[in-house]
């Protein structure tokens, strides 16, 4: 592994300035809805939605379309199926695992077929750096908004349903819109956060920086904070890193991810050991 001289690296920055604004708003929002990720027991379902966008994003590169665009659609198709038909967590589990064969299938059969550069077709899987252009970078920027600022206003709801279902659903919740409504912001956000990471790595921004959160924490407004911190450090600290480097852009982030998480978890242990003691 090589390492670029600081003009060099000067450079590089000034060229992936859209890619570390773009990393950053993913890692945001990556780590607040990681949060209910984490509440709903829905880290495997992150990995299920990837795996139909992965297989989007392959059928757009192979027809040349938008990238961002097939993910979406490969997304939103996933998100839908697991809202509708995984209401209880045996038939979404069974869902998930019928889809991700189904979709990593799918995207290797679209990138064999496709003609182009061998670089376009790692990059689905691994990330890119250097990829996000201006309109892709205000199509991230756009989703990732929506996305925010619609679990802004259902956040108490979602946050109830989350925590106790059938309490919440006795209170007159609508869990059944709620779970649609989030399975699909879920997997708008799996969708961008492929651009960046790569689709068979999201978790490292959905799910990590929520879990590593909460081992530290139980606050609910201390969690979310806590989340979205780790998620624009991992995903702000990966691209920098990358690209001073000759690796890819996702195995920076995935260690700097799994990094915080094992601190936390440390900490956490201490924490606990302490609080027991002292009974």
């Known amino acids: 592994m090589t390492f670029v001289d600081p003009a060099t690296y000067l450079q590089l920055l000034a060229l992936v300035q859209n890619s570390i604004i773009a990393a950053a708003v993913l890692g945001v929002v990556g780590g607040l809805i990681g949060v209910f990720v984490m509440q709903r027991d829905m880290a495997f379902a992150v990995h299920g939605i990837s795996e139909l966008s992965f297989a989007g994003a392959a059928a757009a590169l192979l027809l040349g379309l938008n990238v961002v665009a097939g993910s ?5 198709i996933a998100a839908g199926l697991i809202g509708v038909l995984g209401a209880k967590a045996r038939d979404r589990n069974s869902i998930i695992g019928v889809l991700m064969p189904f979709g990593l299938g799918l995207g290797i059969l679209f990138l064999a077929l496709y003609p ?3 670089g376009n ?19 991230l920027i756009g989703i990732s908004i929506v996305v925010l600022v619609a679990l802004l206003i259902v956040w108490r709801p979602l946050a109830f349903d989350s925590l106790d279902a059938e309490v919440a659903s006795a209170r007159g919740v609508p869990s059944r819109a709620l779970s649609i409504l989030f ?7 799996v969708a961008v956060s492929v651009q960046i990471i790569g689709a068979l790595l999201v978790m490292a921004l959905l799910v990590t920086p ?3 959160a909460l081992r ?3 606050s609910p407004v201390m969690v979310p904070v806590l989340s979205m911190v780790f998620g624009l450090v991992s995903a702000v600290g990966g691209i920098l890193l990358a690209i001073g480097g000759s ?19 440390i900490i956490g242990s201490r924490a606990g050991a302490r609080a027991g003691a002292l009974r």
């Open 121 to 139: 077709k790692f990059g689905l899987l691994t990330g890119q750096i250097i990829s996000v252009d201006l309109p892709q970078l205000g199509l």
């Open 216 to 218: 530290v924490s139980s």
């Open 210 to 212: 929520a879990a590593a």
């Open 247 to 265: 690796l890819p852009i996702s195995p920076y982030i995935t260690t700097i991810s799994f990094a915080i998480y094992v601190v936390c978890r």
């Open 72 to 76: 979406i659609v490969g997304s939103l």
């Open 116 to 118: 182009g550069r061998s």
């Open 183 to 189: 399975m699909t912001l879920l997997g708008l956000t």
